[in-house]
């Protein structure tokens, strides 16, 4: 069978060279990319097997990158909490979503005299307060409520200029509205 007839899968088995072993495999790759929750952690608890796997790719000079999506925290949080399990990692390893909202504003020049309205939490505010910028919301406005009445006109500040949202265990109407 010519390839132009074969089915796409059949191709790409044929034309992969398959490795010989794992050590083949980290040599080949530069840079380790690791989900966290589920990967390094379970909750509170190191995953067993990850502080011998980081120390052999170290060794090998491979670098590490910690990523999440979880904003609830900052790197700088990110970073106690390997510290507490156990792992040294700097905070330019880490890549929480939090910190990736503040990056995206100031790739953007978002104006400093902008705010920024925040839905979510802790993380959230750490990493646009790093970054320079004025925000509200948060936890803050989770315990605030809406009245639903007709003509009613909710107060809003002016200069809000952007909005993020992460996972927040703090959500309302207020914050929607």
């Avoid at 909490?81 to 880490?94: D, P």
Wanted: proline share 3%.
């Amino acid at each position: 069978m010519d390839t132009a007839s074969a089915p796409s899968s059949l191709v790409a088995r044929a034309s992969a060279q398959p490795l010989k072993n794992a050590d083949e495999l980290i040599d080949s790759v530069e840079t380790f990319i690791f989900d966290c929750d589920g990967v390094i952690w379970k909750g509170d608890s190191l995953i067993d097997g990850v502080p011998q796997t980081l120390d052999m790719l170290r060794s090998k000079g491979k670098r590490l990158i910690f990523v999440t999506n979880n904003s609830t925290k900052s790197r700088k949080q990110y970073g106690k909490k390997f510290e507490t399990l156990g792992l040294s990692v700097t905070e330019e390893e880490i890549f929480a979503s939090s910190f990736a909202a503040a990056a995206y504003l100031k790739s953007i020049d978002f104006p400093k005299d902008k705010k920024v309205y925040v839905i979510g939490e802790d993380g959230i505010l750490k990493e646009l307060e790093l970054a320079g910028f004025q925000y509200l919301g948060g936890p803050e406005d989770g315990g605030k409520k809406i009245e639903l009445k007709p003509g009613f006109l909710m107060e809003h500040d002016e200069n809000v200029g952007a909005v993020v949202v992460g996972f927040d265990r703090y959500f309302n109407y207020y914050k929607v509205q």
